[in-house]
């Protein structure tokens, strides 16, 4: 796996038979320029100087490693670290990769921001990078979205935000980068379309994967200086992929390391009951590349469930897909249940609430770390979990 960062994806945006570029030609010129823009800028010391400064003294990075102790000595298997990016600015990774796909559309001379959001959570990182640069941001968002995470549509117009609300078909994800997309087409000279995943047609996975690979390189450097040593596990929860993705970059060119992305299996292996779309799903095309996707009967993007809205999407990053393809990440799942007792043993025992997301990872590296006496495992905390708590207690109370 040496040099497999540099190496992959090839020139057109593939890993393997994955990824791509499957859009509408009216759109085929804006990636276009997005793509020659990123390859100029990558390589700019300007450019990478402005994210530097921007990641210390915005964001607030380097986030710390914690070892959770007291979980760690309960099970008596593994010891199991996290990265903490709840401690990133906003509270989660998203910021990592918005803060970036904004600087490269001010350097490309835009002046807006335009994305869809499910829940919400994109659509504030982005809202946030807007503000900081300066930019026009507009967002658009399902009205069942709204009705649902109202608190991050009052946020998203607090940071100045246009929120645009989508009030056809389903009135959910789907509608909303349909019509994200609709708009954007109307406004290329100004504005960039930024999604929010490891997702989306070529050079987007490339780009959200790279712009994400600091939280690789800090953990690595962080763990080694905490143990001496490289961990035998890394862990990290896939929704689209882009947090595994950039923890995993600190480490997938050491083959003796084992890599684990973990998959929402919601409340059943029945589909519609969860969204763990390598599991379960097959090759497939959607939102413009080819990747695993969960199909229905029709072969559209299935319905899907998790406890963790930030994780229920029918497909998943092309990278992933190839990672799985050619064996170097294995991809687990937990489940709902799972996901909820993670999150009540890392409030309760190490004062940290958790994002329902991360606690997938939490969850996973558990269960990894009963069976791997006297290893190490390190998991991927990506968000925090205040967004999360109001809907856990009311709907499952306090844990006790
Ligand atoms: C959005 C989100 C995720 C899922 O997105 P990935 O692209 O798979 O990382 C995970 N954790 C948190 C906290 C999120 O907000």
């Known amino acids: ?84 990016e709840d401690l990133n600015h906003t509270g ?51 009205e069942v979205d709204i009705a649902k995470e109202h608190p991050n549509m009052v946020r998203m117009k607090l940071l100045g935000a246009t929120v645009v609300p989508v009030s056809f078909g389903a009135k959910t994800l789907k509608e909303a980068v349909d019509s ?15 999604i929010g995943s490891v997702v989306g047609p070529h050079p987007f996975p490339l780009m959200v994967r790279n712009f ?22 890394v862990v990290a929860c896939v929704g ?31 589909l519609g009951d969860h969204a763990a779309t390598i599991t379960f799903g097959e090759d497939g095309e959607i939102h413009g590349f080819r990747s695993i996707m969960l199909k229905d009967e029709n072969g559209e993007p299935a319905p899907v469930h998790s406890i963790a809205s930030g994780l229920d999407y029918p497909g998943v990053g092309p990278e992933h897909a190839y990672l799985h393809s050619i064996g170097r990440v294995t991809y687990g799942s937990a489940s709902d249940p799972e996901t909820l007792d993670a999150f009540y043993a890392l409030s309760r025992k190490e004062g940290i609430i958790p994002a329902l997301e991360s606690s997938h990872a939490i969850a996973y590296a558990m ?10 495992i390190l998991a991927n905390l990506s968000g925090r979990g205040d967004k999360d708590i109001d809907y856990v207690t009311e709907k499952f109370g306090f844990g006790e």
């Open 1 to 84: 796996m040496k040099n497999y960062l540099k190496s992959h994806p090839d020139r057109d945006g593939f890993f393997g038979k994955y990824g791509g570029s499957f859009i509408p030609p009216e759109l085929v010129p804006h990636f276009k320029e997005i793509q020659v823009a990123y390859d100029r800028l990558s390589k700019s010391s300007e450019y990478l100087n402005d994210l530097r400064y921007i990641r210390k003294h915005f964001q607030g990075r380097p986030t710390p490693i914690s070892h959770l102790r007291n979980i760690s000595d309960e099970i008596g298997g593994a010891q199991i670290y996290v990265k903490r």
């Open 180 to 194: 994200a997309f609709g708009s954007y087409l109307q406004q290329t000279d100004k504005a960039i379309y930024a």
């Open 367 to 376: 269960k990894l770390a009963k069976d791997n006496p006297g290893q190490s």
């Open 92 to 142: 989660a990774h998203k910021l990592n990769h918005c803060m970036a796909e904004a600087l490269l559309a001010k350097h490309m001379g835009k002046t807006k921001l335009i994305a869809e959001t499910g829940a919400g959570q994109h659509g504030v990182a982005l809202a946030t990078a807007a503000a900081y640069f300066g930019m026009e941001c507009e967002i658009h968002m399902g």
């Open 240 to 270: 689209g992929g882009s947090n595994a993705m950039g923890l995993f970059s600190g480490f997938i060119e050491e083959e003796q390391i084992r890599l684990h992305g973990v998959e929402p299996m919601g409340t059943s292996e029945k």
């Open 212 to 233: 994400q690979k600091v939280v690789g390189l800090e953990a690595r450097d962080q763990f080694v200086e905490m143990t001496d040593e490289l961990p035998d596990h």
